[in-house]
């Protein structure tokens, strides 16, 4: 690599090689601007035939349905349009507003540039709090420790060695484990260290990540599938009804106009234009509600997804737990070991303050590596602020301890000398003998089984004129042990066990360590009998590794690619994957899960790019708030289709009703478009609103191949719908066996239309037979919806304009009677054919019980 040495590229060929091999950035995603969210919207089919369906009616000069659906289409877009661009410019404010700089060495002398200018062959200057701008070699290196969690998923940082000038010439990016390289990404938090950029942009490490992440295929919305199966076939018997009504009533009786009228009306009665409505107000308002709970829908079709969800696969750091080291053990000769978790804001014993001391004063005095900053979190490891620092001894291979010597500012007491670092480098500075060190490394072991990071501390004096040139020359005692642990979140376990009575199983998969992943498995709630490595992983072909998954949930040492071959596979054996994650290397199988679930602060750009929905506040026990408003919006939805199925059977059968029984026209178009502006918004607004089911989150996912509503389904609402018609038609019968006037009788029949479109509302309302649950459980879009009902009823009953614009006669007190009876009687029968009907969701998955997690 051709390069000027310690004095960096000149500027004119660091701008040469920039022109040459492009800005050291990634590929910026496609941004979903205004216009390009506006025609997303447009496009989708189910839209499309809105406001085609408001089309046909204005070239057939029905100005009034046509408004009516221009109006909701518009409403439609404005909702989706605002909410996704709202979506955008959020995700836009996560991403960091100008590029990080980067301290190079050019032409000689040291220069702040934007971090897309840094180039290939720069020498780049690292310290700490800086974030590495590119993959780069270490030709110098003091001290340093690299925190890679980003992209290996290892919360502990790495310590890295220099590999020196001789091994530049020739450096080439290796595997993440290089301790002589530093990678694009990735974040110093102790030392310093000169680099040499080896690889910039798509060439870096991060790079080949973007690369296969742009190779993925995201997973189709399953719900707009199944919506559009609904649509096609209620718009093929719609089409098929309004052309049988024509011909019928046309030859029947010659009246072709009439007949014309007629077809028109059915057509209309059965066009299905509320299930664009309905499917795009829902996700757009489950969108804002999911908002309100700080998790961000960038694909408002994941949040239904989410609820079918049968495997949740969690990264463990930054996602489980909290992505900081915290000290969870203490370990003496004289006294054992002592647990501070648990002990949260109470001092320590102390006996253990003398080790908790030594490793503050072995710690940086503003420290960014996460196990010093542990120190400085404890209670009582403030170390003496009127002490100097004199000398510090780093890592070195040969000795793993950081040795710091500290003047205590008083001019005569001795040195102070405090030691930390490996068990096994703090024994060979204290001598230990050979009983104390064999105690020194059970209790080590222990604590490491168990998951944590060890490390020994121990203490000296010194008040010789020279200070050592080595920490050896010092007459260290050994103080103990200090465990370290990235601590699990808090609301992880409950999340975890509601998971699991959700049927939900939780698979953890990290790069993190077995026995650390064991451990942070049994903190959440989580089965540790099947702990898979990457070792193990990568041994296995697919078809070996599809039956694993079956029974493993705990995946350790696992590389990017690997935790692709998980997701995969799990995809192949059938299941709905949601994928959580924060790091780059999340990203691809963020992207190939059917729900990716990013992490909002502490996530990169590339995995919530990848993602469809990002919790804002990093909480895992977010996604089950996630869950159980997707269950409530595919309940919901289930409950909206019903209805519209059910509700257009009457409509439909008193429009075919003078066909059968040689009446005239009751219901024209206009009475039609009347009725819409009923049931248009009770099934955009009213069931949107309506609670969740008391099950929700106590039944397992419904099976991938279950349709939204099936035929049994469908079969049950259009009984209903028949059921809800019979009044009607009793009450139209006796009108005109009493010799009722046309019109009189249309506004009875229009009456107990509508009424009885009221009692299939409360019918649908719940899933359950309770009659008392129905009329009672609150819903204010509902009470709304009633009172704005009956404001309507009244005005076109009392009101001679409206009565003669509709054609409706007057109504007596009596036939009022019958109509509410009518409804009523049709509210009772309905509830208690429930039972019989079993019109619940199915309580059992595809595996026929809750999968355990």
Partial sequence: METGSRSGLSQTEADRRLRAEGFNELPASRGRTFGRILLEVLREPMLALLLCGAAVYLALGDLTEALILLVFATLSIVITVVQESRTERVLEALRDLSSPRALVIRDGSRRRIAGREVARGDLVVLSEGDRVPADAWLVEATNLSVDESLLTGESLAVSKEAGGWSGADTAEKSATSDARMAYSGTLVVRGEALALVTATGLMSEIGKIGRSLAEQEGEPPRLQTETRRLVRLAAVLGIGFSAMAVLLYGLSRGAWLEAFLSGIALGMAMLPEEFPVVLTVFLAMGTWRISQARVLTRRAASIEALGATTVLCTDKTGTLTENRMAIVRLWTPEDGVFAVEGHEGLELPSSFDGLVAAGRLASAIEPFDPMEKAFQMLSGAAAAPNWRLRRVYGLKPDLLAITQVWDQGNGEAPLAVAAKGAPEAIAQLCRLDEKSHAALTEAANAMAAEGMRVLGAARAEWSGQEIPDHPIGFPFLFLGLIGFADPLRASVPEAVRECRMAGVRVIMITGDYPATARTIAQQAGLAVEDVVSGQELAAIDNAELSARVRTATVFARISPHEKLRIVNALKANGEIVAMTGDGVNDAPSLKAAH????????????????????????????????????????????????????????????????????????????????????????????????????????????????PLLGLRAIATALVQGAIAFLPAALLVAIGVERGMPVNELRALAFVTVVLCIVSLIFVHRSFGASLKIALSRHNTALAIALLSVALIMSVTLLWPTAGQWLRFGPLHADDLAMSIAGAATVLVVLQLLKVAFRLRPPREGRRGKVAAS
Avoid: W, Y
């Fill in 595 to 706: 729900v990716g679930v990013a992490m909002g602060s502490r996530g990169t750009d590339v995995a919530r790019e990848a993602s469809s929905i990002v919790l804002l506040d990093d909480d895992f026990g977010s996604i089950v708030k996630a869950i159980r408003l997707g269950r409530r919006i595919h309940d919901n939805l289930r409950k909206v289709m019903g209805f519209i199925i059910s509700v257009h059977v009457p409509i439909a059968c008193m429009a075919l009703l003078p066909l059968a029984f040689g009446l005239p026209i009751l219901f024209t178009p206009i009475h039609i478009a009347f009725l819409e502006m009923v049931i248009d918004p009770v099934c955009s607004l009213v069931f949107e609103a309506e609670q969740e089911e008391d099950d929700v989150m106590q039944r397992p996912p419904r099976p991938p191949d279950q």
